[in-house]
């Protein structure tokens, strides 16, 4: 067996196992695997990308000891980069969308992070979250004592270099090479383009599972980045190429609305075990469209990004789901306490 004692918090991210989804499995005669990344210590597979861009940024001599790591993130980005730093004895300021759950925001606080929140804004507005901690990252560069960087998880490759490092290869090796599938939705597109970089030249189909209100989908499949409607899910649903995402095509894409993921992560939540946020769920659902595409008898892997406590007031509270149009699975609406 090996050591069990690691260093430091750090060196505890990634090596997750991967974990046999029953009901998928059985419903498409293929096996489906999920990369269990809320096993991490910050709870999602951004653990990775937070160290690696960490890694690489002391490296390069940008962060210094005492330095501040400035990010634009949905949360998990931030939770990794809170505790990894903190770990490592580094400030972390987080620029948020104040749509954002609530539990992240209160993790991110709890985890030392300094939020400023922003109203949620798209890409080619210059207040949009992204933008915003680009600036302040060049700012705080100017005015702290030890000075700032800018994490930047979309355009900053050490990102997916996390995925071409470390997931690919502990599923390659977890699988012992007999794998066929690859599957899951992006966000900054490190992990799909990273497992596509790292599984495509060994012979495995990578496919993008995207919600609805990305442009990915529409992209891959007719050249132009365009999107419709909305996902109530967090951490995806990209609308431009990152540069994470350059040179990666996927060899499937799957537009997955939310009415199609969402029962995966109830009946699984029930049924196995499984406490998951919702781009899980678009992972999932991607996964059973690509087995069906592949037909029987094949392996696929997806990523369980993130742990569903994450998401207790919106994805699991019946109200916010009435308020998005979603059905609410019975059980969501009948209390199992037992009155004395
Ligand atoms: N799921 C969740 C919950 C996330 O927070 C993220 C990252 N924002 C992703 C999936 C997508 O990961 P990536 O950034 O590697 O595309």
């Not at 995806?236 to 969402?262: C, V």
Request: with cysteine; charged share 20%.
């Amino acid at each position: 067996m090996m050591s069990t004692i690691y260093s430091d918090l750090a060196a505890a991210v990634g090596n997750t196992p991967l974990i046999r989804l029953k009901a998928a499995s059985e419903a498409t005669g293929c096996e489906i695997l999920g990369k269990a990344e809320f096993m991490n210590p910050g709870q999602s597979v951004k653990d990775r990308a937070a160290l690696y861009i960490i890694k690489a940024a002391v490296a390069s001599g940008d962060l210094k000891p005492g330095g501040t790591i400035v990010e634009g993130t949905a949360g998990n980005t931030g939770i990794g980069l809170a505790l990894v730093g903190a770990s490592m004895g580094f400030r972390t300021v987080i620029v948020i969308p104040e749509t954002q759950s609530q539990e992240k925001k209160d993790m991110l606080r709890l985890a030392g992070a300094e939020l400023v929140e922003v109203p949620a804004a798209p890409y080619k507005n210059p207040n949009n979250y992204v933008r915003y901690s680009g600036r302040l990252a060049q700012e705080l560069a100017k005015t702290e004592p030890n000075g700032a960087i800018w994490a930047n998880q979309f355009d900053n490759i050490a990102n997916r270099q996390a995925h071409i490092e470390t997931t690919g290869p502990e599923i390659w090796a977890q699988t012992e090479g007999k794998l066929d599938g690859f599957i899951c939705a992006a966000g900054s597109g490190g992990t799909v383009a990273g497992m596509g970089l790292y599984l495509q030249p060994k012979g495995v189909k990578v496919g993008l599972a995207d919600p609805d209100g990305a442009a990915l989908h529409s992209f891959y499949t007719t050249g132009v980045l365009a999107s419709e409607g909305g996902s109530i899910s967090e951490g995806i649903g990209q609308g431009r190429i990152t540069k994470n995402l350059e040179g990666f095509t996927p060899d499937m894409s799957y537009n997955i609305p939310d009415a199609e993921a969402l029962p995966f992560v109830f009946d699984l939540l029930r049924n196995e075990g499984l406490v998951l946020g919702g781009s899980s769920g678009i992972n999932i659902a991607g996964a059973v469209r690509m087995a069906r595409d592949l037909g029987p008898g094949h392996r696929i892997v997806t990523i369980l990004c993130d742990y569903g406590t994450r998401y207790q007031s919106k994805l699991f509270n019946p109200d916010f789901l009435r308020s998005k149009g979603l059905e609410v699975p019975e059980w969501m609406e009948t209390s199992r306490d037992i009155q004395t």
